[in-house]
């Protein structure tokens, strides 16, 4: 089956740790987001790649890295800098531009709740 | 002002009843909108996009009005499991989106 996948489910770090957060997609989009989600607020991009070996800040990204190796994976870390990493992180994916018009809609993986201890 | 705001309700109905309920956005060069639904804890997931004045899926409804720039949702004969927070998105440049903070929507029996 196609789809989104993020690993872990669940994270919890310690003071002063970095965690990377797993992404995977086998529905073969080119472009690929990372949004955090906060209670009571809309999801907020932290990073965004739409080729390869390409990737861009979002409107959150201090405190966060990401790469671009393969098209089927986007990992994120959350480095020690984020002084509020606690979150619902959502990893998504779209055609991007080779979709014309319908390229930007998105599609989720299941989240990763990471809480800092 | 927020790109995308919507009325965070919550907006509780019968099953069986009609509910309606508008997003606003401020980017008028905007061209794609969606509408999300989000369980509690779990991640969106597409219900409709409109590329046009409007879409029509089943029970949901969607409308646009470009000139007073909202979108709008309207679910017809609610059931219990449409029970969920509504998130309306707006597309930016570059294909990136704009999310409102959602509409929660309880249907109760």
């Known amino acids: 089956d196609g789809g989104i996948t993020q690993s872990p489910k669940y994270l919890f770090r310690k003071e002063g740790q970095n965690v990377t957060l797993s992404c995977e997609q086998n529905?073969?989009?080119?472009?690929m987001y990372w949004y955090r989600q906060d209670p009571g607020q809309g999801l907020r991009l932290i990073y965004y790649?739409?080729?390869?070996?390409?990737?861009q800040k979002g409107d959150i990204a201090e405190g966060y890295s990401v790469s671009r190796e393969k098209k089927e994976s986007f990992p994120l870390t959350v480095t020690s800098a984020q002084k509020n990493p606690t979150a619902f992180y959502l990893c998504?994916?779209?055609?991007?531009?080779?979709?014309?018009?319908?390229?930007?809609?998105?599609?989720f993986g299941p989240g990763t709740r990471l809480t800092v201890l | 002002r927020k790109e995308v705001e919507q009325d965070p309700g919550p907006f509780n109905v019968p099953e069986g009843a009609t509910v309606a309920f508008n997003c606003t956005y401020s980017?008028?060069?905007?061209?794609?909108f969606f509408w999300y639904r989000q369980d509690c804890r779990k991640e969106p997931k597409l219900l409709m996009s409109?590329?046009?004045s409007g879409n029509e899926d089943g029970r949901f409804t969607a409308q646009l009005n470009r000139a007073s720039q909202y979108i709008s949702l309207l679910i017809r004969d609610s059931k219990l499991s449409d029970s969920a927070t509504y998130l309306c998105?707006?597309?930016?440049?570059?294909?990136?989106?704009?999310f409102g903070a959602g509409t929660t929507v309880t249907v109760r029996a």
């Open positions: 409109v590329y046009s």
């Open positions: 529905l073969n989009h080119d472009a």
């Open positions: 980017n008028s060069a905007s061209q794609s």
């Open positions: 790649s739409q080729i390869v070996n390409d990737f």
């Open positions: 998105v707006v597309n930016r440049r570059s294909y990136k989106l704009s």
């Open positions: 998504a994916s779209s055609v991007g531009a080779r979709g014309g018009r319908r390229g930007d809609t998105q599609y």
